[in-house]
């Protein structure tokens, strides 16, 4: 494969893009942004040397614990468990919360081979058995897979004496928290309920 | 800005990427395909540092002169004017021209500040003057950018006594004319061929 063929099979670990936007990707840089081109090479490079995941939440930080853990502003006895570090940005924007997160890093989801394992929740469980966790708020999706997914954690949370609760389900069913309006989002987090 | 920020800024560099993209993007990468994002990172160092535009076909290539314009199987009297790359590894796959090509990188596009200077049309007049052209076909899409880059080169290579063609637009092959768009339709009407 020569190298222009080997750029556009590169581009295509992107989801979403096919070998035709791959084609288009690969030609745009070349041709028109070779800085930009430049720049996301060097990015890619960064990102995978320098990022990791928090000790605490499991969210990408360039620290060993990131800057929302260290807060000591923030209420370490709630634990708010979302899919996606997008979740969490978007959890809060809505200023509806002050406790500390978990993010899962995907969700339940037999299909694609996801199971408990490898949403390693093992380290979730570790997490809020740490003393100080008095309430963990299960904010996944309210999808199928997330659904499942707070169902599965909740059960093994509680069995280890952990209080659980769920967001309200103001957000619609099969919606996304990603793309939920701010005030659902801020109702849903105040009505949340005992499981 | 951080680390994980700017990989998601830099991925907004790829045509059709928006913020949300990005984000789903970089998440993706780090979380699921690592090995797939170095394999990016070292593609686009590898294709920015080694490909070039081929000094006659003006497509990108490793060698200064690429295979297809080596090839002294072809002929090296016609040559066939694209908009891209892809128009050309389509109009191959017709298995229809033996001739040369010459690849403009590009259309003229006023709204996109792209003029005659921009698509830098001084190296296809060089081109096509060598002695040994003796005609030019145009094969620019039939779009109005694509028809009007066809208009200006014509007349450019024209007023130089270059012989000019421009591939056939009508009714595709297999096309019915009940789903046909009036357009073409009228098109190949007033472009019909006496047999």
């Given at each position: 494969?020569?190298?222009?063929?080997?750029?556009?099979?590169?581009?295509r670990?992107?989801?979403?893009?096919?070998?035709?936007?791959?084609?288009?990707?690969?030609?745009?840089?070349?041709?028109?942004?070779?800085?930009?081109?430049?720049?996301?090479?060097?990015?890619?490079?960064?990102?995978?040397?320098?990022?990791?995941?928090c000790?605490?939440?499991?969210?990408?930080?360039?620290?060993?614990?990131?800057?929302?853990?260290?807060?000591?502003?923030?209420?370490?006895?709630?634990?708010?468990?979302?899919?996606?570090?997008?979740?969490?940005?978007?959890?809060?924007?809505?200023?509806?919360y002050?406790?500390?997160?978990?993010?899962?890093?995907?969700?339940?989801?037999?299909?694609?081979?996801?199971?408990?394992?490898?949403?390693?929740?093992?380290?979730?469980?570790e997490?809020?058995?740490?003393?100080?966790?008095?309430?963990?708020?299960?904010?996944?999706?309210?999808?199928?897979?997330?659904?499942?997914?707070?169902?599965?954690?909740?059960?093994?949370?509680?069995?280890?004496?952990?209080?659980?609760?769920?967001?309200?389900?103001?957000?619609?069913?099969?919606?996304?928290?990603?793309?939920?309006?701010?005030?659902?989002l801020?109702?849903?987090?105040?009505e949340?309920?005992?499981?």
């Amino acid at each position: 494969m020569n190298i222009l063929d080997q750029l556009i099979d590169a581009l295509r670990v992107l989801p979403g893009v096919g070998p035709k936007s791959a084609q288009r990707m690969a030609y745009h840089l070349l041709q028109h942004n070779r800085s930009g081109a430049q720049r996301l090479g060097l990015s890619l490079e960064q990102a995978l040397s320098q990022l990791q995941h928090c000790a605490r939440c499991n969210s990408f930080t360039e620290a060993e614990i990131c800057e929302r853990c260290s807060n000591t502003q923030r209420d370490p006895s709630l634990l708010c468990v979302v899919e996606m570090p997008a979740d969490l940005a978007v959890m809060e924007q809505t200023h509806s919360y002050g406790g500390l997160y978990y993010v899962l890093m995907g969700r339940i989801s037999p299909l694609d081979g996801i199971g408990p394992r490898e949403l390693q929740l093992d380290k979730l469980i570790e997490r809020a058995s740490d003393g100080v966790v008095r309430e963990v708020i299960l904010a996944t999706n309210f999808t199928n897979e997330g659904e499942a997914t707070a169902h599965y954690v909740g059960e093994v949370l509680r069995s280890r004496g952990i209080k659980v609760s769920r967001i309200a389900r103001g957000v619609p069913v099969g919606g996304e928290l990603e793309h939920t309006d701010i005030g659902t989002l801020a109702q849903a987090m105040v009505e949340r309920r005992k499981l």
